[in-house]
């Protein structure tokens, strides 16, 4: 069974946040959710998320993929923490899928994990930035980086991490579920 981290900063963007973690939780995928620091996440609108656990009592596990929620402030307090930099290039090295949606992919930037790939992020969060070919696309896959643009395409995004780990099959099954 595949498994996924999803670190959870103050900030975050709850739809994104909570879609992942449903729809891959719907397929079938172990998903760990864990907090930046004890305790609960208050998302960007104000919803109060319970992590499973903290960062710091998961990182030494392996995981198939990290997935980063958005939301511009949940992204800077990502970005900052050398935790979760050391815990992206890791993952990188060993081959293992790393995720990001909305303005989260400025964090595999900041950690120089996609220079020269192709991704996406929220409009206007990484137009200044130099060494990634900028999409437009709703998601985006690059080698084991995947990324998406923001809230309205969360589902899309959550449906092609299913894909990824679980087949075309198990995508296919969650997404006939949600009557799309």
Not at 79 to 103: F, K, N, P, T, W
Not at 114 to 125: M, N
């Amino acid at each position: 069974m595949a498994t996924v981290l999803v670190p959870l900063a103050q900030g975050c963007e709850e739809l994104e946040a909570v879609t992942i973690i449903d729809l891959l939780r719907r397929a079938g995928v172990t998903v760990t959710v864990a907090g930046l620091d004890a305790g609960p996440v208050t998302a960007s609108r104000g919803v109060v998320l319970l992590p499973d656990t903290t960062l710091d009592a998961v990182l030494d596990q392996d995981f198939d993929l990290v997935v980063l929620p958005g939301g511009l402030g949940g992204a800077q307090r990502l970005e900052a923490d050398r935790r979760i930099s050391a815990l992206l290039r890791r993952m990188a090295e060993q081959g293992r899928y790393v995720a990001a949606i909305c303005a989260a992919p400025k964090v595999l930037v900041s950690a120089r994990l996609v220079e020269g790939r192709a991704i996406t992020a929220y409009p206007g969060v990484l137009d200044d930035q130099e060494g990634i070919r900028l999409s437009s696309a709703a998601v985006v896959r690059d080698g084991t980086f995947i990324t998406s643009r923001g809230p309205g395409t969360a589902l899309d995004f959550a449906l092609t991490l299913i894909e990824i780990l679980c087949g075309r099959a198990s995508r296919d099954s969650v997404e006939t579920a949600l009557q799309r």
